[in-house]
């Protein structure tokens, strides 16, 4: 629930007991006080025909001209106190007086048809006011707190939009309302403190590759001086490999990280139009050998004519490590498919007979085998390729198959 | 021939002597710029390797004194960084060929040679050995005068076990040479096998006494004497 709802829910339900309590106590006090002016009125009329009516004499039968519909006066035999109450849609007072030894009773009848009509205007026309004061509050506040959110929202946006590996730091900017311009100043310090990191942690990666690969080249050199010794025995040999597939390991792996920060650096900008079918062919091509030792299947598919504009190189890199992978994780006598359409790139390729964590694959050295020649690396590169350029990566297992998909285009 | 090796890791400097001293090359070492300046003024050598990363600055100073003395010595970077950037300064300041590091030392001895052979204006085109003749401008071999059809690959191979010849040349080396864009996205180095068989069956048929001689599941080498 967005925050404006929210203000506005508590508003709106404080408005509604508000209405509902008001108006039935409103009516209450008005109509008491309504009947009470009418009581007054009653006891003024009586108190004003009490001592007329001593003064005159009662005929019986001809009319008395104080008495009317509304004041009637007959006999009675009790006496009793005054006494007011409400009788249909009339309010009456009756009260015992004493004319010539007789005892009277004398009833005023006010109608309170008039006032409650009266009442009932003004309940609505309260009830109208209030509603449009409400609404108008409704309003008024929602547009005041759009407007005071305003940069909240601003900001909200622009982080949405930021990402650490951004050359640019963070500019929330000013505020007028102070904790507006609090929050900005703490999350650009956070986004700050967070990119240097990121920055510094790039570089170290950076440097720690470069740095590695001049005692690399000296492990490597002085390898195959050892391998030119003579005598060399078949043991020594062995060892001598094993040491020279591990060095090749570490050489391959160097160039991933450098790669991925180079990409991350932004340092491959130039771009040109490349058809992704001919980019894709020509790697197949290349790993002809690797497919007939592993005696694959290849079967291509080619529906769509696709043509990206992106870097030649790191196309390259991006179809030849998934197109690699689809070889290097087959099992002997396994089928790869790939195929183009739709504006998307997908290799299958039988393997492991096990789906592989999809959240996790696309991390730096996220193994998905045990097998020694997968550097962990390669997924990663492919990930922020795509990253790099909007494309988007599915991974998926079925029916023995995994398939990567990269939708170049929608 | 003469080598200058501008290499401020002495390891690295002494690993490319040793290696290329099988080749009959003269390997001199220059630590640092001020003393490969020196050296590249009173010498002439047909190649010079050369670290741009030296301690007492940017190597790429030694190709512009060169290129002012105009001097046609042949150069090949060996460098850590592999930017396009620093490709194309390094090329455009003259030099023949760029290497990155790590890389095997067979590499860079293929490399130089080829280096040595391109400069060499007056010089043939023709590596021989006994019966075998490599024409490496026509990429022909011929066995005795008749000439053998060859793959790109197996004349790859080839070239590269002649240029390395009489060393042990490492299945990662071939690996790595051999696929073309030389990334090695593969520890899968059976691939050489049939490569090889296919060379060596294709020259012995065509009368060539078999120098390649594999070593342990290492390598190979061949030996010519």
Known sequence: MKLLSKTIQYYFILSMVLLLVAVPVFYLVLRKIVIANIDADLVATKTQLIPQLQVMEIKPGAPNPLLNNDVTLEKSQGRGEDSLYTSESHRLLSSHLVINQETYRLQIRSSIANHQKLIGSIIVLQCVLLILLLAGLLLVNQALARRIWKPFYQTLRKLRAYKVDDAAPLDLGGSAVAEFRELNTAVEQLAERSRKSYVAQKEFAENASHEMRTPLAIFQGKLELLMQTDPLTEE??????????????????????ILLTRIQNGQFPETEEIAVKNSAEHLLFQYQPQIEQKKLQLETDWLDDLSVQVNPTLLEVLLGNLLSNAIRHNVPGGRIVVKLANGAFTVRNTGQPYALPEERIFERFAKSSPDADSMGLGLEIVNKICRLYGFTIHYAYENQYHSFTVQMKS | MKVLIIEDELALGKSIAAYLQAENYTCELAPDRKTALEKVESFDYDCILLDISLPDGNGLYVLQALKENNKTDGVIIISARDSIDDRIKGLQLGADDYLVKPFHLSELSARIAAVIRRRRFSGSNLLEAEELTIN???????????????????????LYLFSNRNRVVSKHAIAEHLSADGEGLFDNYDFIYAHMKNLRRKLVNAGWTDRIKAVYGMGYKMEIP
Do not use: F, H, W
Not at chain 2, 138 to 153: K, M, Y
């Open chain 1, 236 to 257: 020594q040999a062995e060892l001598i490999t094993d040491l020279a597939t591990a060095s090749q390991r570490m050489a391959r792996l160097n160039k991933g990280l």
């Open chain 2, 136 to 158: 490496t401008q026509a990429r022909t071999v011929l066995v005795n005068d008749v000439p053998v059809e060859l793959t790109r690959t197996e004349y790859d191979l080839l």
